[in-house]
């Protein structure tokens, strides 16, 4: 079983950046997909990133390519969400997320409790 805890969220001017982490417990982390979904107020979840259980995969919405960047460190069982160049449409609750596959990215198994992003404008 693998359980999930966000950090790193918070309030940030547009154009800034800010990392979010996902810190996950469990032994079966490293052969999990791992990535990050966000919900802004009134709209429905949506797909943000993802990474590969390797981290040689990873894809982005294009809302945020070329803006955000996911890693992983297996060492530390911690996902990582780099954010720059902030829009006040990113403002969000960010949710960490982990899937068996890459496949199976679009319905994660498991979710964490979610870190709140406001980007001011």
């Known amino acids: 079983q693998v359980q999930l805890v966000e950090s790193g969220g918070g309030l940030v001017q547009a154009g800034g950046s800010l990392r979010l982490s996902c810190a996950a417990s469990?032994?079966?982390?490293?052969?999990?997909?791992m990535g990050w979904f966000r919900q802004a107020p009134g709209k429905e979840r949506e797909f943000v990133a993802f990474i590969s259980w390797s981290g040689g995969s990873t894809y982005y919405a294009d809302s945020v390519k070329g803006r955000f960047t996911i890693s992983r460190d297996s060492a530390k069982n911690t996902v990582y969400l780099q954010m720059n160049s902030l829009k006040p449409e990113d403002t969000a609750v960010y949710y960490c997320?982990?899937?068996?596959?890459?496949?199976?990215?679009?319905?994660?198994?498991?979710w964490g409790q979610g870190t709140q992003v406001t980007v001011s404008s």
């Open positions: 469990g032994r079966t982390f490293s052969s999990y997909a």
């Open positions: 997320a982990a899937s068996p596959s890459l496949a199976t990215s679009s319905h994660p198994a498991k």
